[in-house]
C-alpha cells in the first residue's frame, strides 16, 4: 500500500516561491510515476507536473512552464515541486499522486492515478 504525505504548503505574496515535498513510502522505486494537482475551490482537479521515476521524464503544464520545477531525492523516496514566481492564480490545494505504470500523454488526468495524497494548500496573495 503506498502512502504520501504532502507538506511545504502555506501563504506567500506575488512573485514569491514555496516548495513542496511529498514523501512516498509501499513502493518499489522505478517503473512508477508522480504528478503533482492542483484544485481551485470550484474548480477541477487539474495537472501541474509529472515525473517518471524510471528515467527522469518530466512534464509540465503550459501555465506553470519556466515557473515550477519537479524533481524526485531518490535516497528519500521524496519528491519535490518547486514553485517560483508564484501568482494569485496558484492558489490552490496541492496534491500529489501516484502511478504504478508510465502514463505518458495521459500525465495530467487524474483519473489515471492510483494514490493520492490529503493535500496541502498554497495561498497567493498580497
Known amino acids: 500500500h503506498v502512502q504520501l504525505v504532502e507538506s511545504g504548503g502555506g501563504s506567500v505574496q506575488p512573485g514569491g516561491s514555496l516548495r513542496l515535498s511529498c514523501d512516498a513510502s509501499?513502493?518499489?522505486?522505478?517503473?512508477?510515476?508522480m504528478g503533482w494537482f492542483r484544485q481551485a475551490p470550484g474548480k477541477e482537479r487539474e495537472g501541474d507536473a509529472f515525473?517518471?521515476?524510471?528515467?527522469?521524464?518530466?512534464y509540465y503544464a503550459d501555465s506553470v512552464k519556466g515557473r515550477f520545477t519537479i524533481s524526485q531525492d531518490k535516497g528519500e523516496n521524496t519528491v519535490y515541486l518547486l514553485m517560483n514566481s508564484l501568482k494569485p492564480d496558484d492558489t490552490a490545494i496541492y496534491y500529489c499522486?501516484?502511478?504504478?505504470?508510465?502514463?505518458?500523454?495521459?500525465?495530467?488526468?487524474?483519473?489515471?492515478?492510483?494514490?493520492w495524497g490529503q493535500g496541502t494548500q498554497v495561498t497567493v496573495s498580497s
Open positions: 499522486a501516484f502511478a504504478f505504470r508510465w502514463l505518458g500523454g495521459s500525465w495530467s488526468v487524474p483519473a489515471e492515478y492510483n494514490y
Open positions: 509501499g513502493y518499489t522505486y522505478r517503473s512508477n510515476c
Open positions: 515525473v517518471y521515476f524510471g528515467g527522469g521524464s518530466t
